[in-house]
């Protein structure tokens, strides 16, 4: 699996553990981009491979999500990529819970996602509970994963709606990254880590 460069934490190997030099979650307001914050030395415990995974790793934390339909367009791409602030993942033994919130920008309305699943060699294959949303992961200092949202509902109307005070460039690039989603439903996914 490849990371789209653009969706990467930054990470830095200092000693035994993984060190999170500099993660930044950028949240888009309605005119586009409002705001980045940044995690500065987050350490977390190492993780040299899925095998070592211990239970009950994580918990809450935050990812980044990229329409892979508008992410290689030049002009959507500032617009194709999302903050999540609301990501779950419970370990227990060799099974996992993934869950995260789809933003209203994205499909119309706040889209909850719940997968679960557990290893599969060096990654972790995750479904829905409807079969219909499947994910591959891979870990490192982040967990990257690629999704497929299979017949994800996506409305038009209400994205519309949701990006009705953008200005008309931002209204127009969210109105196309959401159609392009609805296209083509997949995303990628990079996960902060915690311990």
């Given at each position: 699996m490849a990371r789209p460069p653009s969706l990467s934490y930054v990470t830095a190997v200092?000693?035994?553990?993984?060190?999170?030099?500099?993660?930044?979650?950028?949240?888009?307001?309605?005119?586009?981009?409002?705001?980045?914050?940044?995690?500065?030395?987050?350490?977390?415990?190492?993780?040299?491979?899925?095998?070592?995974?211990?239970s009950g790793l994580v918990g809450p934390t935050t990812g980044?999500?990229?329409?892979?339909?508008?992410?290689?367009?030049?002009e959507l791409a500032p617009y194709a990529t999302f903050a999540l602030d609301d990501v779950h993942i419970d370990i227990a033994g060799s099974a996992l819970q993934l869950s995260f919130v789809l933003p209203q920008g994205l499909t119309g309305e706040a889209t909850s996602?719940?997968?679960?699943?557990?290893?599969?060699?060096d990654l972790v294959i995750l479904r829905s509970h409807d079969g219909q949303v499947a994910a591959?992961?891979?870990?490192g200092a982040t967990m990257f994963c690629e999704l497929d949202y299979g017949d994800i509902v996506v409305s038009d109307q209400a994205v519309a709606?949701?990006?009705n005070e953008a200005d008309p460039v931002a209204q127009d690039a969210h109105l196309r990254v959401s159609a392009?989603?609805?296209?083509?439903?997949?995303?990628t996914m990079d996960i902060l880590l915690r311990r």
């Open positions: 200092n000693g035994l553990h993984s060190t999170l030099r500099l993660a930044a979650i950028c949240v888009f307001g309605l005119a586009g981009m409002a705001a980045c914050a940044y995690e500065d030395d987050v350490e977390t415990a190492p993780l040299l491979s899925i095998s070592e995974w211990p980044i999500h990229a329409v892979v339909a508008a992410s290689t367009d030049a996602i719940l997968l679960e699943g557990g290893r599969d060699g591959t992961c891979e870990l709606a949701y990006w392009a989603f609805a296209a083509q439903p997949s995303g």
